[in-house]
């Protein structure tokens, strides 16, 4: 059975940055794409980056534009968990954040453009504060 955890979230002022980890059990990295959703109160789900499990030469990270230059995903195949760095903080950050996973990385950076629509393993977030 596949489970994801997630956990780093908190209270962080505005400026500041958290590192959320998603360890998953059941499965292993390699062979399976892993994405990082939000969502905000009273809105849509919202994809913000995917990694393959497999290096490839033209990148196998794919951050949404919106965040590209504040967020970071990565991997640790030998901790069984994947990474979301998010640097510079604001209060429109203020989330839960999902991570997910499938077979499949071109159904993952599909499901990053479709608020992770068809995608069937979740874990169950880790809520992120930003206020001062």
């Known amino acids: 059975q596949v489970q994801l955890v997630e956990s780093g979230g908190g209270l962080v002022r505005p400026g500041g940055s958290l590192r959320l980890s998603c360890t998953a059990s059941g499965l292993t990295l390699r062979g399976n794409a892993f994405g990082w959703f939000r969502q905000a109160p009273g809105k849509e789900r919202e994809g913000l980056a995917c990694?393959?499990?497999?290096?490839?030469?033209?990148?196998?990270?794919y951050p949404v534009p919106s965040v590209k230059d504040r967020f970071t995903i990565s991997r640790d195949n030998y901790r069984n968990t994947v990474y979301l760095q998010m640097n510079n903080l604001q209060p429109e950050d203020t989330a839960v954040y999902y991570c997910?996973?499938?077979?499949?990385?071109?159904?993952?950076?599909?499901?990053?453009?479709?608020?992770?629509?068809?995608?069937?393993?979740w874990g169950t977030g880790t809520a992120v504060t930003v206020s001062a």
């Open positions: 997910a996973t499938s077979r499949s990385m071109n159904h993952m950076v599909t499901a990053i453009g479709d608020n992770g629509n068809g995608i069937y393993n």
């Open positions: 990694i393959s499990s497999i290096p490839s030469s033209d990148g196998s990270e």
